[in-house]
């Protein structure tokens, strides 16, 4: 299947510290890219939906100044944790569809975010 | 969309028994629908999709039932492995939407 890659696959930060994750997609071009956050014992939750060349969309609730999210190119979005405190710590997950493949979303391997 | 909860339920299942998961949606516009498999500390991973016109689906070892009267979901892992062992969840759209996640079933495999 298509391949989906984020990194870092964990990251330790200070409080009031910027952190960026990337998700790649590697074999194929993504117009739209999917970032969700999970925390521990529970489900996937939706943060936003990243266009490619326009402005992300946020889900109800999640702070998009401090959420930055850029998708400057077909196979790269970008999500940064602004003056990440601790109750950011999560899992952090992005998809993409492949266009040719169908409805499947493929997923990156998430990004463990810590903030001490 | 798809309702989500806290504390995943689990289901423990003797190894080469079988395995049923449910899931209960709520958007009765969904139209297509997948159940993934997320080890500890992975990203999810595609088990098997249907698609609204269809009632039952089957893969190696996986069978996914849908009942769009109850809006209910099935996986049914047949001869369940310790390799098994995972959280498995729902997840639906409608039209290419972003994917819904359902809020999961942690699946232990008991050898």
């Known amino acids: 299947g298509a391949v989906v890659s984020q990194h870092p696959s964990w990251v330790i930060c200070k409080s009031g510290t910027s952190v960026k994750i990337e998700c790649r997609s590697l074999d194929f071009q993504a117009t739209t890219m999917f970032w969700y956050r999970q925390f521990p014992k529970q489900s996937l939750m939706l943060m936003a939906t990243?266009?490619?060349?326009?402005?992300?969309?946020?889900e109800q609730g999640v702070e998009k100044d401090k959420f930055l999210i850029n998708h400057a190119s077909l196979t790269l979005s970008t999500l940064t944790v602004t003056s990440a405190h601790p109750e950011d710590s999560s899992f952090y997950i992005c998809?993409?569809?492949?266009?040719?493949?169908?409805?499947?979303?493929?997923f990156g391997q998430g990004t463990r975010l810590t903030v001490v | 969309g798809e309702s989500v909860g806290l504390h995943l339920p689990t289901l423990s299942v003797q190894e080469g028994d079988n395995s049923i998961i449910n899931c209960a949606y709520s958007?009765?516009?969904?139209?297509?629908f997948i159940w993934y498999k997320q080890e500890s500390g992975k990203g999810p991973q595609f088990i098997i999709d249907i698609r609204s016109n269809m009632d039952k689906r089957q893969g190696q070892r996986v069978t996914v039932l849908l009942n769009k009267t109850v809006k209910h979901l099935s996986l049914q892992i047949a001869a369940t492995q310790p390799g098994d062992s995972a959280v498995y969840f729902c997840?639906?759209?409608?039209?290419?939407?972003?994917?819904?996640f359902g809020k999961g079933t942690r699946l232990s495999v008991i050898a």
């Open positions: 958007n009765s516009a969904s139209d297509y």
């Open positions: 998809s993409a569809r492949h266009p040719g493949v169908g409805r499947e979303a493929f």
């Open positions: 990243s266009n490619e060349g326009s402005k992300a969309t946020y």
């Open positions: 997840a639906g759209d409608s039209g290419n939407t972003p994917l819904v």
